[in-house]
């Protein structure tokens, strides 16, 4: 995923001030862990229902069952070190300038409970440095996605189309 990234920018497809990653569930946690480890690389940053504390995740409803999948912050010492090096939650660092980041969850979610959202929100509005927004945006009696009205899916895009474009400086759409 970083690569790709980079790879756009080296080939000037686009500049990291026009790139935004937006990824849920599973893809919540590949935008969270892009965007710690890498905060220069966009301007926007939209994880969704993501699972961002992977030391803690299997404790949580639904996430016992992913252990064979992402293993467990139990298991060893060596295991630990490997999910706290890409757990989202956990490498938040103060004095950073993260991008413009839109959460997202929904209140009724037991798959990826909301507080991954809630935790990973509070840990980048606590450290960030800079002038990007970190907002959070909770869908109220909803939750994983499935399920969700046509009406809520087109307005939880709307909020997602316009901050980005807004926090990329675009003032008119041709």
């Given amino acids: 995923f970083i690569a790709a990234a980079e790879y756009l920018i080296k080939e000037k497809y686009t500049s990291s001030d026009y790139l935004a990653i937006k990824g849920g569930s599973n893809g919540g946690l590949l ?93 980048l509005q606590a450290k960030q440095a800079g002038d990007n927004p970190v907002l959070i945006r909770i869908d109220v009696n909803a939750g994983h996605g499935a399920g969700k009205s046509v009406a809520a899916t087109i307005q939880e895009n709307v909020d997602m189309q316009v901050f980005t474009l807004y926090n990329m400086g675009v003032k008119e759409l041709k």
Avoid: C
Avoid at 94 to 113: E, I, L, Q, S
């Fill in 31 to 123: 935008v969270g862990a892009v965007m710690t480890q890498r905060p220069d690389l966009v301007k926007v940053a939209l994880p969704a229902v993501g699972v961002l504390d992977m030391l803690r995740y299997h404790t949580f409803t639904a996430g016992a069952g992913w252990a064979y999948d992402y293993g467990t912050s139990e298991q060893s010492k060596e295991m630990f070190e490997y999910i706290k090096g890409y757990s989202p939650v956990h490498n938040v660092k103060a004095g950073t300038k993260y991008p413009a980041t839109m959460v997202t969850t929904g209140d009724h979610d037991d798959r990826v409970v909301p507080a991954h959202s809630f935790k990973f929100a509070a840990e």
